[in-house]
């Protein structure tokens, strides 16, 4: 009789099991981590929502393959290796990037292997189950990152949204006399404040409609923070930039009126970063971008070759983390743990099997 494992199981939209599920083996290439803990993303939670970007219109367009496990923000320990695996020992704590490359198509081959085709993130699709489990495998192309023994649980569960926060500043190609904003002071936003920070431009702005987060944006190194409740947001950037605007404008939150009050914000031939998912379509004035301020539109898609530095820099201190998973939950206690992401007082929720 095949060995069971407890699993958070994804069926159809508000429709997820906490449940068995058959404890996963490793082949030839694979890995089989204990899981250790695993951060609850946006995606997850707009997937249980029943996200049109996941869920699609039909079974035409639909991007999961459920049931599945879903958790993609996880690290673990190493309880089974197998055969021609190198380079990696039982008991060593491992942590994942989040997709799982094919290897074969073109983007792949030329390295940019974050672009893959196949785009099969960890707890969308049946062969890549995620992290909301007691166990979970690693497949042959997975890119596997060792984490240092002195990172807390915490600090490992924190390396893949870090990462995709670094992915998107790198994007941004900030400039010493760059004034750059950050929308949206979720986990991933607030890293990214810290991120923007280190690249020493004139000044980083951080912008959410939360109290709790303005002030660790703050921490994390933002030199003005506001309020889009408490004011014009594009008027005050403007007072800040003798008249200009700001030069960078990276979308962290997923607001439909965060891309209008952004490109109202940028200077002429200024640079708009988009990170963060909506749940819906967003419209906005497109001549703006072409006919009136020539800016230039950049897209960030997951952390292409960004978690060796993010390991270095938490290691080094540079990259902060404190104060960034603010709650922790069995996972047999999912359903308040997804609830809470919505508290006004939640970062980032950790799940722990």
């Known amino acids: 009789m095949a060995e069971m494992m407890k699993a958070l199981v994804s069926y ?6 906490y449940e068995d599920y058959k404890k996963p083996t490793a082949c030839e290439g694979e890995i089989v981590l204990k899981v250790k803990g695993c951060g609850i993303c946006a995606g997850d939670v707009k997937s249980y929502h029943g996200g049109i970007r996941i869920w699609g219109t039909s079974a035409a367009d639909r991007y999961i393959e459920a049931p599945c496990i879903g958790g993609h923000e996880f690290y673990g320990e190493v309880t089974e290796i197998g055969a021609g695996v190198e380079g990696i020992e039982l008991g060593e ?26 785009s099969a993130v960890f707890g969308f699709k049946q062969y890549a189950n995620g992290g909301f489990a007691q166990y979970i495998k690693l497949d042959k192309n997975c890119i596997n990152h060792k ?37 949206g002071l979720g986990a991933i936003g607030t890293s990214m404040v810290n991120l923007a920070a280190l690249e020493l431009p004139k000044m980083v702005i951080g912008i959410d409609v939360r109290e709790n987060r303005l ?58 970063v988009q990170m963060g998912v909506f749940a819906e379509e967003v419209k906005a004035d497109w001549n703006v971008i072409g006919d009136g301020k020539e800016l230039t539109i950049i897209g960030s898609h997951l952390s292409g070759h960004t978690y060796h530095a993010v390991i270095k820099g938490i290691a080094s201190g540079e990259i902060k983390t404190e104060g960034l998973i603010s709650h922790e939950y069995r996972l047999e206690d999912w359903k308040e743990a997804f609830e809470k992401t919505e508290a006004p007082d939640a970062m980032k929720i950790m799940l722990v099997p």
């Not at 159809?12 to 099991?17: A, L």
Request: glycine content about 8%; proline content about 5%.
């Open 215 to 272: 002030e660790m944006g703050k921490q994390y190194g933002a030199d003005v923070v506001l309020n889009p409740k408490e004011c014009d947001v594009a008027e005050e950037i403007r007072k800040h930039t003798g008249g200009l605007g700001c030069d960078v404008y990276i979308e962290a939150s997923g607001s439909p009126r965060s891309v209008t009050q952004g490109l109202e914000s940028l200077k002429n031939l200024g640079r708009y």
């Open 93 to 118: 704590r491992l942590v994942s990037e989040q997709i799982v490359p094919c290897c074969e198509c073109d983007f792949c081959k030329s390295g940019t292997y974050w672009m893959c085709t196949r």
């Open 147 to 183: 984490v240092p023994r002195e990172f807390t649980e915490q600090q490992a569960v924190l390396i893949e949204p870090i990462a995709c926060g670094m992915h998107a500043v790198e994007q941004a190609q900030i400039q010493h006399q760059d004034v750059v904003v950050i929308a």
């Open 12 to 17: 159809g939209p508000y429709d997820s099991r």
